[in-house]
């Protein structure tokens, strides 16, 4: 495995790759890695001649300064995790590599960019756009690989590929819990052992909320989930969004679409950290 | 040789052409091509295994209606000149085939891309690098040739591919002219027989600023050379500046940089049509 810290480095080494007809995955994170962006990596060797795992903290995804400084990082222990998942190439550049001059290229899908997080994040799906097109430019990848524990993001980079044309697959791989069915997430290391401890109930929650769901409407299945969450003391409900899967817009009843999902943050304990899940209602 | 329409269509097969390993060239136009295409084209053909050909009146680079309406179209003779220069594929999209939705991504690239054309063509070089981001995308090259006629474009465009580190090379191909000098452009097969015998005055007066510059200072070959055009009944300097060569800001004196070219635009006839030329004083 080889560790790349510039662009034109792995630029060279990656056109010679794709000179040979070879296959590349690409999984981009922001490093502090967990079994969640494991299973990413392994289904990209097994699917790929040739695996890059990018680790880069966006800045410009970012919407508060705190999180982007506390955001957990450990370059060392991310390169043995991705070496053990048989990855050939970590592309690792540093914030001047990226954006030697500030990136002023907007980008707008409505409603997937707008709705749930892009509302409550301004910017956030902007930064995740110019980062994630700036990947795409650099490594060229035949499939890019994203978890589903962000659900709205792959919509948005979706939105982003469809619009640019820009000839790659979005691979989609499902969400990977903890347990006690706490969705994996680099945040969650920045958990107190209390914290932790009540963390669960989010996902406890919604699985209880299908259940529920089976003989209430969506308004009170979202106030089910929403008043459960915050009888818990620390926990406390940014948004539940009940939505469309592919169009992200609320959904007024069951039968509005055959896609129904429940997209949840939660704020956990005091300082605070910000947890994002799902669940699915209605699959296609 | 193979016209393609479809964005798709042509990603699959440039797709196969790259796992062969096959070097290749792309030559972006707005079609309505002439020799200076031609020789585009050619030195494509020359230097790489694929040659792609774009035609496409991007409607996002036109501040002016009315320019955007009257853009010269005629992709039966190109194909006829593309297939004759040895090129292997038209790319030619609808509008609807590239922007089905609008393109809100804004590019900045000061100074380059904020003075000359930038200033009197609000909004001209955000839609070239639309356009051409999208095409790098599109056909992956390994080189894009373009002419040097657009000086100022070289210089954003290269901006843009550093900004975004596309992994392609930009290769500059000289201006070619008529036998009287007049620089060779889609735009001048709108120009009626008299304002065609006018148009060359431009050239000839940047060709004897150069002697006249020897020995007066650059505002004053500035004054020359506006007055000098400007004295021809039917012909309408809009700027005409002196600048460094690589950063196209303003030069105070001869000695300010080692390269230095004169920009200019000429406004022809009543309706009146746009004419663009530059010339090189010190060369690097």
Same sequence: chains 1, 2.
Avoid at 94 to 119: K, L, N, Q, W
């Amino acid at each position: 495995m080889e560790v790349f810290h510039k662009i034109v480095d792995i630029q060279n080494e990656l056109a010679e790759v794709r000179k040979n007809g070879k296959k590349i995955g690409l999984v981009p994170t922001m490093g502090a890695l967990h079994d969640g962006h494991a299973s990413l990596i392994k289904t990209s060797v097994a699917e790929n001649d040739v695996t890059v795992v990018s680790v880069f903290v966006n800045p410009t995804q970012f919407n508060d300064k705190n999180d982007l400084k506390n955001y957990p990082r450990n370059l060392e222990a991310d390169g043995r995790l991705i070496n053990n998942c048989g990855a050939d190439y970590i592309f690792a550049p540093s914030v001047d590599e990226i954006y030697p001059e500030p990136d002023t290229r907007h980008f707008e899908y409505p409603p997937v960019s707008t709705v749930m997080e892009g509302a409550h994040r301004p910017g956030h799906f902007n930064g995740v756009c110019q980062i994630v097109s700036r990947l795409f430019y650099i490594t060229t990848p035949d499939v890019a690989y994203f978890g589903e524990k962000d659900w709205q993001q792959i919509a948005v980079v979706k939105a982003m590929v469809k619009d640019l044309n820009i000839n790659v697959k979005i691979s989609e791989c499902p969400i990977i819990r903890d347990k006690d069915g706490l969705a994996l997430s680099s945040r969650n290391s920045l958990l107190s052992t209390d914290e932790r401890a009540i963390a669960p109930t989010i996902y406890k929650t919604l699985v209880a909320s299908i259940d529920f769901a089976k003989n209430h409407t969506v308004q009170e299945t979202h106030d089910y989930v929403v008043e459960n969450i915050n009888s818990v003391n620390g926990l406390k409900v940014e948004y539940f969004s009940i939505v469309d899967g592919l169009t992200l817009q609320d959904v007024a009843t069951w039968d509005t679409t055959p896609y129904v999902v429940g997209c949840i943050t939660v704020y956990c304990g005091k300082k605070p950290i910000r947890l994002i899940d799902h669940i699915k209602y209605k699959e296609q």
